[in-house]
């Protein structure tokens, strides 16, 4: 039988759909087809902030929910901390570089732009990191999915966008981008370029097939940067950040959580980072969310909860 893959209409849902598709039959022999579910939030143009990213998830969910489709695929990072009632994430595939990218006219890189250059993104997260950096940039909000954005910079209305990379590579885009940046500087968004593969919890033999999707260290990675996020319980466009890598250690695998809370204007930046063992992901983000509180993170938080999106 035919599996049915649930997704959203746009160019990245569906590139990211059809990776998914594709690696499922070389892996199982099954075959997949695609089915578009039109969500609120493709149907809106207000400012994400407004509508709340669950818009662009709960429609593919209500639609497993009523068995019209049999699994689908999120970017994880677009996904509510909370797991839905009945629902399972069987797999969380190789992640694609998680990093943030610069696309800026003229080939130039962050350094190389201007004082006043007009830089739009969209997440709180990156402009809080970009004014954080104190290079007299113009932060321009804007949303829109990934032509519409680059295509700001190319038409001359911005001087530069940031986006993060896995879309534009999903999308074929890399030779546009003029600098990929360096985590050091703008830490990506909790399990940025990283893929959910969600199904019904009962639907044990697609769990079983789906589960061979998975990639453990990528999940560990996730589980640790969304546990961090869950326990500051900022939602997902709050200007929190966190990015963990997974590599061998002198004692077996170890993973190296970063985490960051910054103030939308960048004057306040709390930066922790804590290692541990791949197994411990979980108490790994809610120990450095934790440190990060104790830093002051919460008084960040809270702040940013009244005031208007910039
Ligand atoms: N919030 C929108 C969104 N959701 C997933 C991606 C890109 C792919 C990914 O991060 O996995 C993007 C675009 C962006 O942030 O530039």
């Known amino acids: 039988m035919t599996l049915r893959l649930g997704t959203r209409g746009s160019a990245l849902a569906l590139a990211q759909s059809q990776l998914v598709a594709d690696s499922l039959r070389a892996a199982t022999g099954r075959d997949v087809e695609l089915v578009e579910i039109v969500t609120a939030g493709d149907r809106s143009t207000a400012p994400v902030q407004q509508l709340g990213v669950g818009v662009f998830v709960s429609a593919l969910r209500d639609a497993l929910a009523a068995k019209e489709i049999d699994f689908a695929v999120h970017s994880y990072k677009d996904l509510p901390t909370a797991q839905a009632e009945g ?47 104190g290079l007299q940039l113009e932060v321009v909000p804007i949303r829109g999915n990934v032509d519409t954005r680059l295509r700001k910079v190319s038409g001359g209305e911005l001087d530069a966008v940031v986006l993060a990379r896995a879309g534009i590579a999903r999308l074929g885009r890399t030779d546009e981008i003029t600098e990929t940046l360096d985590p050091m500087l703008m830490l990506p968004a909790p399990a940025q370029g990283a893929l959910a593969v969600e199904c019904r919890i009962d639907d044990e033999d697609l769990v079983e097939l789906l589960g061979r999707l998975d990639h453990a260290p990528t999940r560990a990675a996730v589980t640790a940067e969304r546990a961090l996020l869950a326990t500051l319980e900022a939602g997902c466009s709050a200007p929190v950040a966190a990015f963990a890598e997974v590599a061998e250690g002198d004692s077996g695998e170890e993973i190296y959580l970063r985490g960051a809370v910054i103030s939308p204007d960048g004057t306040r930046d709390i930066r922790l980072s804590r290692t541990g063992t791949p197994a411990a992901a979980a108490e790994i983000g809610r120990a450095l969310a934790a440190d990060l509180v104790e830093c002051g993170a919460e008084t960040l938080l809270g702040s940013t909860e009244n005031e208007p999106h910039p």
């Open 87 to 133: 629902l399972l994430i069987a797999a969380v595939p190789l992640r694609e570089d998680p990093r943030d990218a610069l696309v800026a006219s003229g080939g130039r890189t962050l350094a190389e732009l201007p004082p006043g250059s007009r830089v739009g993104t969209g997440a709180l997260r990156r402009i809080a990191q970009l004014h954080a950096l």
